[in-house]
C-alpha cells in the first residue's frame, strides 16, 4: 500500500523537478539569412565632396553561436553515491515512478529528461544519434557538477550510457542495463512503423492517446498492476507534439543494436544486464546476444 501511495504522487511535469541549461555543440557553419545586394553608390561631384559627411560604420554583425542551449528537466533526490537513471526513447523521468523512491533511500539520485523527450527542449538542429544524446547527458552531468556516478539504462537509453561511459570510463561507477536494445519483431505494428520510411510520417502523426494505451497494455504484464488511464496520460503527454515525435523517428531510425553489442564487447568496466522474465518484448535469446558480448 505504501509503495502503491508513493507511485501515485510521483507526476513528472513542467511544475516538478529542476531545469539546468546546457549548452550543446552544433556541427558545421550556422545558417544565417542572405545579405542583401545594394547599389554602389554614385560617383560624387567635386562640388559635392565638401558637403558630404562621413557616415556612421555600419554595427557589426555578431556571429551566431556555435552551440544550442537546451534547457534539460530532471529529478534529484536523496543522499549517498550519484545514480543516474535513463530512460528509453519517448519516455521521460515517469519511466523510474515504481523505482525511485524506494532507490533514494540508498543512493542519490537523478533521473534525467533526455532531449526531445520529457520536459527537456526540442532541439532543431539534432539528429538524435547515440553519440549526440551521450554527449548531452555527459553535458547534462557537468551541468550539476556530477564527476562520477552509477548509471542504470533502459532499452534504447543503455547505448546513451555505454557510449558515455566508453568515452569517459573514470565517470562511470557500476552500470546496469534494463532491457537493453532497439526494435524487435515482438513489438507492436505502431511502434515498428515508426521506422519505415514510407509510413512513419504516416504512424507518428497517428500515435494517439488510443494508440499509447493499446501500446502499453500489449507491454504490461500484470494490467491489474501498473496501467490505468492516469499511467496512459503521463505517457502521452509528453510525446503529443509534433516536436516529440520527431525526436521518436530520428531516435528510431539512427540507432543500430549492432552499436551496443560493440560497446559491450570492448567495455573493460562490470556491466550488469537485466530482463523481466515476463518481458513481451525481448526474448531471453535476444538478451543473451548483449550477455554473450
Given at each position: 500500500m505504501a509503495l502503491s501511495l508513493e507511485v501515485k504522487k510521483f507526476i513528472n511535469s513542467e511544475h516538478v523537478g529542476k531545469f539546468v541549461e546546457i549548452h550543446l555543440?552544433?556541427?558545421?557553419?550556422?545558417?544565417?539569412?542572405?545579405k542583401k545586394n545594394k547599389k554602389a553608390p554614385a560617383e560624387p561631384q567635386p562640388e559635392d565632396v565638401e558637403k558630404t559627411q562621413?557616415?556612421?560604420?555600419?554595427?557589426?554583425?555578431?556571429e551566431d553561436p556555435a552551440f544550442e542551449t537546451l534547457r534539460i528537466h530532471y529529478m534529484d533526490e536523496g543522499d549517498g553515491e550519484p545514480l543516474v537513471l535513463v530512460h528509453t526513447i519517448g519516455q521521460s523521468i515517469y519511466?523510474?515512478?515504481?523505482?525511485?523512491a524506494s532507490l533514494t533511500q540508498h543512493y542519490r539520485v537523478i533521473a534525467v529528461d533526455m532531449p526531445g523527450f520529457g520536459y527537456s527542449s526540442r532541439p532543431d538542429v539534432y539528429s538524435y544519434t547515440i553519440e549526440e544524446q551521450s554527449k548531452a547527458l555527459?553535458?547534462?552531468?557537468?551541468?550539476?557538477?556530477?564527476?562520477?556516478?552509477?548509471?542504470?539504462?533502459?532499452?534504447?537509453?543503455?547505448?546513451?550510457?555505454?557510449?558515455?561511459?566508453?568515452?569517459?570510463?573514470?565517470?562511470?561507477?557500476?552500470?546496469?542495463?534494463l532491457a537493453p536494445g532497439g526494435l524487435t519483431p515482438e513489438m507492436p505494428t505502431p511502434v515498428k512503423l515508426l521506422d519505415s520510411g514510407l509510413f512513419g510520417g504516416i504512424a507518428a502523426a497517428l500515435f494517439g492517446i488510443r494508440t499509447v494505451e493499446n501500446v502499453l497494455s500489449d507491454c504490461f504484464f500484470d494490467l491489474t498492476?501498473?496501467?490505468?488511464?492516469?499511467?496512459?496520460?503521463e505517457y502521452y503527454k509528453t510525446i503529443s507534439d509534433s516536436a516529440s515525435r520527431r525526436a521518436l523517428r530520428l531516435s528510431?531510425?539512427?540507432?543500430?543494436?549492432?552499436?551496443?553489442?560493440?560497446q559491450l564487447r570492448i567495455t573493460e568496466m562490470p556491466v550488469l544486464i537485466l530482463l523481466g522474465s515476463e518481458d513481451r518484448w525481448r526474448t531471453s535469446a535476444q538478451t543473451e546476444l548483449y550477455h554473450a558480448a
Open positions: 555543440p552544433l556541427e558545421g557553419e550556422p545558417v544565417r539569412p542572405p562621413p557616415e556612421p560604420l555600419p554595427p557589426q554583425e555578431e519511466t523510474w515512478r515504481c523505482l525511485y555527459e553535458l547534462f552531468l557537468d551541468a550539476i557538477g556530477i564527476e562520477s556516478a552509477h548509471f542504470m539504462g533502459f532499452s534504447m537509453g543503455c547505448a546513451y550510457v555505454m557510449d558515455l561511459c566508453l568515452r569517459q570510463p573514470e565517470r562511470a561507477g557500476r552500470v546496469i542495463l498492476v501498473g496501467l490505468n488511464e492516469d499511467v496512459v496520460t528510431i531510425h539512427n540507432f543500430e543494436d549492432e552499436t551496443l553489442v560493440s
